[in-house]
């Protein structure tokens, strides 16, 4: 999916937002934009209330099909897993993944329910004797 695209359909995807003004004088542009858009928003949902630097919950809702994915996730933990040299092969968040068929490479699963609990945080350790 082109950047753009999904720039497009993701401010298509958030119910507060009634008009979404792209600005482009380029005619080809325009078009593929509006290509974009009537494909809908993407099947994603954000929610965040918090403080605004953004490092509390973030709640992130994902539908394709009849999986559903739903998670919890600190934005500062998954940027720093996004900028590390060998991260882990998951990012830190606690989610749910519940589909009734998961198909992995020619093996059908039925009925599948994955939980992802991340570590965590690690403790201080104190240097007081």
Known sequence: ???????VRFVLSNDN???????????????????????GPLPIQLAYQGKPDLSDV????????????HSDLRLPQV????AADNPAP??????TLVSPRLNIEGIELKGVSVEIEDDPPAAAVSTKP
């Not at 325009?30 to 858009?37: E, F, P, Q, R």
């Not at 940027?79 to 996004?82: A, D, E, I, V």
């Open 1 to 7: 999916m082109p950047p753009i695209e999904f720039m």
């Open 17 to 39: 937002v009634d008009v979404a003004l792209v600005a482009t004088t380029d005619a080809a542009h325009l078009a593929a934009d509006v290509t974009y858009a009537a494909k």
């Open 58 to 69: 973030l709640t992130l809702d994902a539908t394709v099909g009849e999986s559903k994915f």
């Open 79 to 82: 940027r720093t897993w996004l």
């Open 90 to 95: 998951l990012p830190p968040l606690n989610g």
